[in-house]
């Protein structure tokens, strides 16, 4: 059975985005970043909601040819488009590219099903989908990397949950700036 993981920035007070949908609060830290590329270039499949799909290829479709892209810029923009990618959305999305595909359907029938699958980790990406998820008994693992800032509001790392998730911290970690990452895996 394939790994599932759950990991994003965030607040302090526990928001991966502002009321507007902002991501942009963390600031730019280098050492975090390649520590980022590391973790995707483990994954084998990201699942994404499509809010979080949109931000996505927004941007990293052509991050590696923007000014001033570091070399970690140019590693994670190419894995980013190599990397199989599932797309969990109500509605349709049009000509969905860079190794993609779109499910319209049940996304927990279709986790449960790519989780039984041999094959490397699964990454799943966006507040609402990763919720529904944990709130299945799906992830296996949570990557939460905290900012020393408060948003007040907005998109919640967690959602309520049916019921208590035992958790062990297998990994800390500190980066510039005061970031500090926090790995716990399911008990």
Sequence with gaps: MRKLIYGMNLSLDGYVA???????????????FEWW?????????????RGLW????????????????????????RNWRDTPKVVFSSKPIDDPQWNTRVVTGDAIEEITRLKAEDGGPLRVGGATLAGAAMRAGLVDEYEIVTHPV???????????????????????RTFAGGVVLTRYARA
């Design 150 to 172: 408060l948003l007040g509001a907005g998109a919640p790392f967690f959602s309520a949950l049916d019921d208590r998730v035992q958790l062990d911290l297998v990994e800390t």
């Design 37 to 49: 590329l590391e973790q995707e270039q483990g994954i084998e499949t990201f699942l994404y909601g």
């Design 54 to 77: 949109e931000t996505m290829s927004s941007y990293w479709p052509t991050g590696d040819e923007q000014p001033g892209a570091t070399p970690a810029h140019v590693a994670f923009a």
């Design 18 to 32: 502002t009321t507007d949908g902002g991501t942009n609060w963390g600031g730019g830290n280098a050492e975090l």
